[in-house]
């Protein structure tokens, strides 16, 4: 079940086309525990060529609660960041997910050190790719290592001083707005 969700929120989100995820679905081997799951009659019956299929498909999201949507989507940013594929992209992905998951608010601070390089030349991207990867590798791993809940609660946990919580995070451009007035000394 966890590679066919995994593949339908691909689907959903244009990491794969329609047309492929239907050739995946027809080779998949591990069809025995799904037999008696709706989706997968669902799937098996969906007509993937109609006008506005990939619209039609995206109702198939409703089989999948929000949580497993933010797991299966932190994985697959992951796992493009270490593969060096559209690391801009991954990391909007993940601040996506930074307010239901502080924990993540340390790889997506990459992502203004990125926009910083874009502005002031190439140098240290390499580095920083690396550092980012190495970021991305330790969040994977400790993910595979522990099951659902777990994952859930490790993500809702910050992982030291250097995280700011999503709730108390304003944008940038927000500067000027302080709870603490000045007052002068006249």
């Known amino acids: 079940m966890k590679n066919l969700r995994k593949m339908v929120i691909k689907a959903i ?12 679905l027809y080779d998949y081997a ?3 525990p799904l037999m008696h799951q709706p989706i997968w009659h669902e799937l098996l019956e969906f007509n993937y060529t ?3 299929a990939h ?19 932190i994985e697959i940013s992951c796992e493009k960041i270490l593969a060096k594929k559209d690391l801009y992209n ?4 993940l601040e996506r997910f930074k307010g239901y998951a502080p924990r993540l608010s340390k790889l997506t ?10 502005f002031s030349g190439i140098w240290g991207k390499e580095r920083l790719i690396s550092q980012l990867q190495k970021e991305a590798g330790r969040l994977l791993k400790d993910l595979h290592q522990r099951n659902r809940s777990q994952k859930l609660a490790y993500l809702k946990q910050t ?4 995280l700011i919580p999503a ?3 304003r944008p940038w451009w927000k500067f000027w707005k302080k709870k603490h007035v000045l007052k002068f000394v006249s």
Do not use: C
């Open 167 to 169: 709730k108390n995070h």
């Open 30 to 32: 591990d069809t025995a």
């Open 55 to 73: 619209y039609y498909f995206e109702g198939f999201l409703n089989y999948f609660d929000k949580q497993d949507y933010v797991l299966v989507m």
């Open 159 to 162: 992982s030291g001083p250097a």
């Open 50 to 52: 109609q006008k506005d």
């Open 13 to 24: 989100e244009r990491e794969i086309s329609l047309q492929e995820f239907e050739r995946w």
């Open 90 to 93: 991954s990391l909007y992905k």
């Open 109 to 118: 601070a990459y992502r203004e050190r990125f926009d910083s390089l874009l």
